[in-house]
């Protein structure tokens, strides 16, 4: 399948392209847009993470809350990485402690002036790695 979305990726659009391909999509295909891009016209692809969009923001909801929602994701591991990814990209009102720190993670990615489908492979391995930590601390809250 063809994913799309806004250029320049940061949290929710590196984290969104990572959940995508390990846990719904094994061969997906991503393009990254400008931000003036008429989406509603987009009809080869699912739009993702942008204004107005189902698989975007909705209230405290980031993308990737809406991913999980959308494909029946239920894993505690990454209902936990999901706080994570909405405290790094977005202002809950109970931000996960963790979300700065991948906050300047993502926006430090970001500033090394690499393509967007760069940042994707660069920071797929930082998201396996949090996301094992995230099981990790599943299982011993048990």
């Given at each position: ?63 990737f ?16 990485l ?14 996960h ?46």
């Open positions: 399948m063809k994913w799309v979305t806004r250029e320049k990726a940061k949290v929710d659009r590196v984290a969104c392209p990572w959940l995508i391909r390990r846990f719904i999509d094994s061969d997906p295909a991503f393009v990254f847009l400008p931000k003036d891009t008429d989406w509603s016209a987009i009809t080869d692809g699912t739009v993702f993470d942008v204004s107005g969009c189902d698989l975007g923001h909705h209230g405290e909801s980031v993308s809350d809406a991913f999980l929602d959308r494909f029946g994701l239920h894993d505690p591991a990454l209902r936990l999901a706080e994570i990814v909405r405290a790094a990209d977005s202002s809950p009102g109970q931000p402690a963790a979300g700065e720190g991948l906050r300047w993670i993502a926006h430090g990615f970001s500033t090394l002036g690499f393509t967007d489908q760069e940042l994707l492979k660069r920071e797929f391995p930082m998201y396996d790695a949090l996301y094992a930590e995230c099981q990790r601390r599943v299982r011993a809250a048990k």
